[in-house]
C-alpha cells in the first residue's frame, strides 16, 4: 500500500471583500486547493463552497479561507510572504496545521454524495459505485479535483437543463468548463462532441483528466480563450458570472448555428433581468429558472 502523505493547511478569516485579493495572493504562495466557509455558521463544512466561480465574491461577510499546501513547505516563509502580500491580515488570524491526505479525501467525500438531476442523469464521485442496471446515465468525479462537481445551484441547474435536451450527434460547447462536468455531462447524454474553454489551465487539465475517467476523453476538447477553432456548435451552456456573461454576448451569439439551444447560469437574482436585454438581441424564447439566489437564462440563436 502507497502510504497516504500529509499535507500543510492555512485557514484564515477575512471579509468577503478581500476574498480575491488573498485568493490570488496564496496562488502566487503556492497553494494547491482553496476552499471557503462561512465564518459565522454553527456547522461550517456544511457551508463549504468547494467550487467558486472565477472571481466569484461568496454572499458571506466573514469567511473562513482554507489552503492547502505541500506538507515540506516552508511555513515560516509563507507567512512572512503573507504578511508583507497581505498586510490587512493580522498575524493572530494565521493557523496552521498538517492534515493526513486520507483525512482531506474523506472530508470531502463525506460531504459529495450521488445527485441527480433532470430525468436520467447522476453525477457520482468516484468512491461509490452506481448501479449496474437502470435507465440512468452516470458522470463520475474525482474526489482530489474539488470544483465544479454539482453541488452549487449554477452547475445543478446546467445540468438538469442538459438533461432535457435532445444532444445526439451535437457539438456542445461549455465555456467555462471548470471541472468538464457539463461538458462531460453532455458527452454521457449522447453528444458526439464537446469543446471546453476556460482561463484556468488548471481547470483545463482537471477537464481531460475527468473526461479521461469518464471515458470521453477523445471526444472532448479543452482551449484557453480564443484559442478554439471558429467551428459553430450545436448547443452552448456558459456558468460563469453576470458581467463576462453580458461581455460575451456578440462571441456566444458568433459560436453556434441558428436556432442552438443554450443555457447561462453563474447569475444572481437582480443580474438577469440586464442580460435578458442583452441577449434579446440575438436569442429568442428567453426562460428564467430558479434556485435558491441563482438564475439559469436559456433559449435559443435567432435564426
Known sequence: ??????????????????????ETALEDLGALSITLQDADAET????????????????????????????????????????DDLPFIEPANIVWRVVDDQDWERAWMDQFKPMPFGRR??????????????????????????????????????????????????????????????????????????VGIDNDPQALLASR?????????????????????AVPADVLVANILAGPLGELAPTFAAAVKPGAPFALSGILQGQHEELLVRYAEWFDDLDVRTMEDWVRISGRRKA
Not at 441547474?157 to 462531460?184: F, H, N, P, R
Not at 483528466?209 to 477553432?229: H, I, K
Open 209 to 229: 483528466d475527468n473526461a479521461e475517467r469518464n471515458d470521453v476523453d477523445a471526444d472532448l476538447q479543452v482551449y484557453l480563450p480564443g484559442e478554439a477553432p
Open 44 to 83: 461550517p463544512d456544511e457551508e463549504a463552497i468547494f467550487e467558486p466561480g472565477v472571481g466569484e465574491i461568496p454572499l458571506w461577510n466573514q469567511i473562513v479561507l482554507n489552503a492547502l499546501f505541500d506538507a515540506d513547505a516552508d511555513r515560516r516563509g509563507l507567512t512572512a510572504a503573507i504578511a
Open 121 to 194: 442523469l447522476w453525477v457520482y464521485p468516484w468512491n461509490i459505485e452506481p448501479p449496474v442496471e437502470g435507465d440512468i446515465v452516470v458522470v463520475r468525479l474525482d474526489p482530489g479535483l474539488a470544483f465544479g462537481t454539482g453541488t452549487h445551484p449554477t452547475t445543478a441547474m446546467c445540468l438538469e437543463w442538459l438533461d432535457g435536451q435532445q444532444l445526439a450527434g451535437k457539438t456542445v460547447l461549455d465555456y467555462g468548463c471548470g471541472s468538464g462536468i457539463l461538458a462531460i455531462a453532455a458527452l454521457k447524454l449522447g453528444a458526439s462532441r464537446a
Open 1 to 22: 500500500m502507497v502510504p497516504s502523505m500529509p499535507w500543510l493547511e492555512l485557514s484564515l478569516t477575512i471579509r468577503a471583500a478581500e476574498q480575491p485579493r488573498v
